[in-house]
């Protein structure tokens, strides 16, 4: 595994060597996606509610598990603007990010799945995606892996081929490949479709997420690089930076997507019998904690058998009686696990490569995951929900043109994935197009003491299904009218629904009201 020398431990002497003219240069960007990835890092597990503290309920054990977890998003977080409490828009990948790339919230656009191109929407089919307002502002932009829904894309094509919107968002895409092989364990269910994890069968310079890790770093290394073998024969396989443009440069990380494969020697890191906390007891917890559900919910949670906990458990029983169901769950973090160890060892690659770029005292760095993902909690494995777990996300700004004095604090302000496109039109001194929901984060980033940019937003999985987290409650409207409330304070796992209980009626229709304002006007 990939450990690196502490990011920028020169940063101070960088600073004074920067020109006046450098510092008046529009900034280049390094844009990070890594999928699937939920709040596990290290920086990030000890907050309220993190379920690493389930797994792990020994604090000696879980510094040392997520020491061994992510030790370039650890290391990266000391000398960026970690973001802890960061949610996307919606629980999907395609959903999340083209919300996230369009500035457009899915209840205004309807795009609540990924079955088909954004543009093919009357609603998106013309909207300027955060890249295409770069290129359009005099960028290079360019990228290769999963930035939008999927990493393929030909500019020359049919639109429903081109899924990277290469024809509108890059001056340059490059399609590589994805993710790592590998085949089914013990405890991965025959039936529960792509629901599969085991050991990998490549060794990780052979899988796709390092080749794309590795190729965005070669070009920030040397300028330009060309992809070592073809997956397609459609499009470039080259990226070369310009030398005179600012450049906006993308790299999508794959896994922990499902399925869950990596490297042999990442599962090797978590053995299962750490996992004290997924036991009998923690399961029969779950399972009490859906008594309070209203009938909205039921629909979200797996104990029907098209959930993907449902295929585990029932496959563990017929492996390995009652108590394979223990054993089963244990398998399946530890395979998810694993693959967020793969995907941090991949962000490390690019890493490398940014410190080692001749561009790096004018790159701001930015990398973000696009939901989050349930691994037990309401009965529950996946993201397609409007509950905690499923839609806070991880999100990092570095700038090494500000000599930051609060880097590596922990910004605690609320803040969404929405919000990075007004946030990096801002870096580039640019205005944000009037369609664009969300705020500039700067103030944050610059400094970890200033208040938040804003008081609440919403997040929102298919037609009706809405999630209203404000600073102290989450409030949830179901399609049906059902409803939730957590406070986030006191019950940061979201354990006591309190809609439940009439003295708090009044705060419901008040919190109902803000919802129904946000939908009319999202901000």
Same mark, same amino acid.
């Given at each position: 595994?990939?450990?690196?020398?502490?990011?920028?431990?020169?940063?101070?002497?960088?600073?004074?060597?920067?020109?006046?003219?450098?510092?008046?240069?529009?900034?280049?960007?390094?844009? @990070?996606?890594?999928?699937?990835?939920?709040?596990?890092?290290?920086?990030?597990?000890?907050?309220?509610?993190?379920?690493?503290?389930?797994?792990?309920?020994?604090?000696?054990?879980?510094?040392?598990?997520?020491?061994?977890?992510?030790?370039?998003? #650890?290391?990266?977080?000391?000398?960026?603007?970690?973001?802890?409490?960061?949610?996307?828009?919606?629980?999907?990948?395609?959903?999340?990010?083209?919300?996230?790339?369009?500035?457009?919230?899915? *209840?205004?656009?309807?795009?609540?799945?990924?079955?088909?191109?954004?543009?093919?929407?009357?609603?998106?089919?013309?909207?300027?995606?955060?890249?295409?307002?770069?290129?359009?502002?005099?960028?290079?932009?360019?990228?290769?892996?999963?930035?939008?829904?999927? %990493?393929?894309?030909?500019?020359?094509?049919?639109?429903?081929? =081109?899924?990277?919107?290469?024809?509108?968002?890059?001056?340059?895409?490059?399609?590589?490949?994805?993710?790592?092989?590998?085949?089914?364990?013990?405890? /991965?269910?025959?039936?529960?479709?792509?629901?599969?994890?085991?050991?990998?069968?490549?060794?990780?310079?052979?899988?796709?997420?390092?080749?794309?890790?590795?190729?965005?770093?070669?070009?920030?290394?040397?300028?330009?690089?060309?992809?070592?073998?073809?997956?397609?024969?459609?499009?470039?396989?080259?990226?070369?930076?310009?030398?005179?443009?600012?450049?906006?440069?993308?790299?999508?990380?794959?896994?922990?997507?499902?399925? $869950?494969?990596?490297?042999?020697?990442? $599962?090797?890191?978590?053995?299962?019998?750490?996992?004290?906390?997924?036991?009998?007891?923690?399961?029969?917890?779950?399972?009490?904690?859906?008594?309070?559900?209203?009938?909205?919910?039921?629909?979200?949670?797996?104990?029907?058998?098209?959930?993907? $906990?449902?295929?585990?458990?029932?496959?563990?029983?017929?492996?390995?009686?009652?108590?394979?169901?223990?054993?089963?769950?244990?398998?399946?973090?530890? %395979?998810?696990?694993? +693959?967020?160890?793969?995907?941090?060892? +991949?962000?490390?690659? @690019?890493?490398?490569?940014?410190?080692?770029?001749?561009?790096?005292?004018?790159?701001?760095?930015?990398?973000?995951? =696009?939901?989050?993902?349930?691994?037990?909690?309401?009965?529950?494995?996946?993201?397609?929900?409007?509950?905690?777990? /499923?839609?806070?996300?991880?999100?990092?700004?570095?700038?090494?043109?500000?000599?930051?004095?609060?880097?590596?604090?922990?910004?605690?302000?609320?803040?969404?994935?929405?919000?990075?496109?007004?946030?990096?039109?801002?870096?580039?001194?640019?205005?944000?197009?009037?369609?664009?929901?969300?705020?500039?984060?700067?103030?944050?980033?610059?400094?970890?003491?200033?208040?938040?940019?804003?008081?609440?937003?919403?997040?929102?999985?298919?037609?009706?299904?809405?999630?209203?987290?404000?600073?102290? &409650?989450?409030? @949830?409207?179901?399609?049906?009218?059902?409803?939730?409330? &957590?406070?986030? *304070?006191?019950?940061?796992?979201?354990? @006591? #629904?309190? %809609?439940? #209980?009439?003295?708090?009626?009044?705060?419901?229709?008040?919190?109902?009201?803000?919802?129904?304002?946000?939908?009319?006007?999202?901000?």
């Amino acid at each position: 595994m990939r450990h690196l020398n502490p990011l920028f431990a020169t940063a101070a002497i960088l600073l004074l060597a920067l020109t006046t003219q450098a510092s008046e240069e529009k900034p280049n960007f390094l844009f @990070i996606a890594i999928d699937d990835l939920n709040d596990f890092a290290g920086f990030s597990s000890e907050e309220p509610g993190n379920f690493l503290q389930i797994v792990y309920p020994d604090p000696k054990v879980r510094k040392e598990v997520v020491e061994r977890l992510t030790p370039n998003l #650890n290391r990266l977080a000391e000398y960026s603007a970690p973001f802890v409490r960061s949610y996307c828009a919606s629980a999907l990948c395609g959903p999340s990010r083209t919300s996230l790339m369009t500035g457009v919230a899915p *209840h205004v656009s309807g795009y609540y799945l990924h079955s088909r191109h954004f543009r093919t929407y009357d609603t998106l089919k013309d909207v300027v995606t955060l890249p295409q307002h770069l290129r359009e502002n005099g960028y290079f932009t360019a990228g290769a892996g999963k930035i939008f829904h999927k %990493a393929i894309g030909n500019a020359n094509g049919p639109l429903e081929n =081109d899924w990277s919107d290469a024809k509108y968002s890059w001056n340059v895409w490059v399609n590589h490949g994805q993710g790592a092989g590998g085949k089914p364990g013990k405890y /991965a269910p025959p039936e529960g479709g792509n629901m599969q994890f085991g050991r990998g069968t490549q060794p990780k310079e052979e899988t796709g997420d390092w080749k794309t890790a590795d190729f965005i770093a070669t070009i920030l290394e040397k300028g330009s690089a060309q992809v070592d073998e073809r997956r397609t024969n459609i499009g470039p396989d080259t990226i070369t930076l310009p030398e005179n443009r600012p450049f906006f440069l993308a790299g999508g990380i794959f896994r922990p997507h499902l399925p $869950f494969y990596a490297p042999p020697e990442f $599962f090797d890191l978590f053995p299962v019998n750490e996992m004290s906390g997924l036991n009998r007891e923690s399961l029969n917890d779950i399972l009490n904690d859906l008594t309070d559900l209203p009938k909205g919910a039921e629909r979200f949670t797996d104990l029907s058998k098209k959930g993907k $906990f449902y295929h585990v458990m029932a496959h563990a029983r017929s492996v390995s009686g009652a108590e394979g169901e223990i054993e089963g769950w244990r398998a399946m973090v530890q %395979a998810y696990l694993a +693959c967020v160890a793969f995907a941090d060892d +991949c962000l490390g690659r @690019i890493i490398e490569g940014y410190e080692n770029s001749p561009h790096r005292n004018n790159t701001v760095l930015v990398m973000w995951s =696009d939901h989050g993902y349930h691994l037990g909690p309401k009965y529950h494995v996946a993201k397609q929900a409007v509950w905690e777990k /499923a839609n806070r996300t991880l999100l990092l700004f570095y700038d090494p043109r500000q000599q930051d004095q609060t880097a590596g604090v922990l910004r605690r302000q609320l803040a969404s994935l929405n919000d990075l496109y007004p946030t990096i039109s801002e870096y580039a001194g640019l205005k944000t197009p009037d369609h664009v929901v969300g705020k500039s984060l700067l103030p944050v980033i610059e400094n970890a003491n200033a208040p938040a940019t804003r008081e609440e937003f919403v997040f929102t999985y298919m037609q009706g299904n809405h999630c209203l987290r404000t600073e102290d &409650y989450a409030y @949830i409207r179901y399609k049906d009218g059902s409803q939730e409330l &957590y406070d986030m *304070h006191a019950d940061p796992r979201q354990l @006591i #629904n309190l %809609a439940i #209980n009439p003295e708090n009626d009044e705060l419901l229709k008040s919190l109902n009201s803000r919802l129904e304002n946000w939908l009319k006007n999202p901000f």
